[in-house]
């Protein structure tokens, strides 16, 4: 079922070839970071591009609930008119941040160094979702959170009266984990450090130092050094939302596994934080090519022509995974049209996502007639080759608008139709996904 609605079955269908240009909405990750840094930056910040995806736009309720004055002038053209760093009001009801891992672990950490309480819940899928891993930093600055066993929302945040700045090493490679810290750390008066062993996408960093805030990034030998200064004024700033590079995943990966197919998708991120899945792809052998490479919006982007072609299984090195996470379960679709085995390793993460993805492709490849192998940390997908994958299945999608788009990329390839049991989800990240794919050609269809 979708979060708070009637599921939404849709069915994919073997395609024609992929053909147009697919231009892809505003990137997730920074368009929640613009709400919260415009939030907290005294005076009005101007928003264009931003993603107007359920996950997004409930960190946008959220940020006015906390006080700051958030206003939609037309598509993707918002304005936010901050309180400040230590300025949110103490919200007068519930934060539902719906289906958003980065929502509430990036607002957890906005609010607990000033001395508000917040209670915090989300759909079935968020409120199975590990929280400690930022309530436990949040709780050295001195913010207390109340939640259910496990570390699980519904979850009452009590934020610092005194906080004090934190070194903090964080236990696994997440980018939301850093974030909550260095949002903490705004309102912490000195130092705020974080080290990440494995590098984790960088926009928090980016952003902070566009809104005026002192950050330094250095590489040391436990990793990489982030220290930021606390209680800065944050500047208002223009924020031009760049594509999002987990968005243009899916038309790629689905051009890539329809016969020629040939499309044309705009303004992708290079960013190296954000790339693996394009590096990976180009190991594949995939017909790529990077074109008018140039920054927008702070980040390093570039035009792509993606044409169909043979594609060949490649171990993944397990290094790239953070540069990555989002992108592997369409990789694992793909995988199952390339000749011979993709092995991903060093991907538990994957686990704690919106569903465990891991489990979620593994059973929706084999119910389409893939070979899968699995274990905790691992996924290895054994390639049928381009027009080997049976389908001809109903999967689930456990509330994961990933693995929902994933397999209905893969039913544009496959023999026979495979049919997703709930599309809804799909409206947290990629609004437009349906009429998008639709009209390159994708034969995508609701019950
Ligand atoms: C995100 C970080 C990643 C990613 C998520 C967005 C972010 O999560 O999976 O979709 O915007 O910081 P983790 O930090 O848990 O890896």
Redesign the pocket.
């Known amino acids: 079922m979708s979060g708070h609605g009637e599921p939404i079955p849709m069915t994919a269908r073997a395609s024609g070839p992929l053909r147009g240009t697919a231009e892809v909405p505003g990137d997730?990750?920074?368009s929640?970071?613009a709400l919260i840094l415009g939030a907290l930056a005294v005076g009005e910040t101007r928003i264009a591009g931003l993603l107007e995806g359920q996950d997004v736009l409930d960190t946008a309720k959220a940020m006015r609930a906390f006080g700051a004055e958030v206003v939609c002038h037309g598509p993707g053209s918002w304005s936010v008119h901050g309180v400040g760093v230590g300025g949110f009001a103490e919200p007068d009801q519930v934060i539902d941040c719906g289906n958003s891992?980065?929502g509430v672990?990036?607002i957890m950490g906005a609010m607990a160094t000033t001395p508000i309480t917040a209670t915090f819940t989300g759909d079935a899928s968020l409120n199975k979702r590990p929280m400690g891993?930022v309530t436990d930093p949040l709780a050295l600055f001195g913010a207390q959170a109340h939640g259910r066993s496990g570390g699980r929302l519904p979850m009452t945040l009590v934020g610092a009266a005194a906080p004090v700045p934190i070194h903090y090493t964080t236990p696994?490679?997440?980018?939301?984990?850093?974030?909550a810290v260095l949002l903490a750390g705004l309102n912490a008066p000195g130092q705020t450090v974080v080290i990440e062993k494995e590098p984790?996408?960088d926009?928090?960093e980016r952003m902070l130092r566009g809104f005026g805030a002192e950050v330094s990034v250095e590489d040391g030998p436990e990793g990489r050094i982030i220290t930021l200064t606390g209680q800065p004024e944050l500047r208002p700033q223009t924020v031009a939302v760049p594509r999002d590079p987990?968005s243009a995943a899916f038309p790629v990966c689905a051009a890539l596994m329809v016969p020629e197919s040939d499309i044309f998708v705009p303004g992708v991120s290079q960013n190296l934080t954000r790339n693996g899945l394009y590096l990976t792809l180009v190991e594949m052998g995939a017909d790529i090519s990077f074109e008018n490479p140039r920054e927008e919006g702070g980040e390093p982007v570039a035009d792509l022509r993606v044409r169909f072609g043979p594609l060949q299984g490649i171990e993944v090195p397990p290094e790239r995974a953070?540069s990555m996470?989002?992108e592997y379960p369409v990789l694992a679709a793909l995988a199952a049209t390339a000749e011979g085995s993709t092995v991903m390793r060093g991907v538990k993460?994957l686990r704690?996502?919106e569903s465990d993805r891991i489990d979620a492709m593994a059973r929706g490849l084999e119910a389409c007639g893939v070979r899968i192998e699995e274990d905790d940390d691992l996924l290895i997908v054994h390639g049928l080759g381009a027009g080997g994958v049976p389908g001809g299945a109903t999967v689930r999608s456990h509330l994961d608008h990933r693995i929902a788009m994933s397999f209905l990329c893969l039913g544009l390839a496959a023999r026979q139709p495979i049919r997703v049991d709930d599309g809804g989800p799909i409206a947290t990240?990629f609004p437009v996904f349906e009429p998008l794919m639709r009209g390159l050609g994708a034969d995508i269809d609701r019950d």
């Open positions: 997730k990750s920074i929640h970071r891992g980065t672990r990036l891993r696994m490679p997440s980018a939301q984990v850093k974030s984790t996408r926009h928090s987990s953070a996470i989002d993460e704690v996502k990240s």
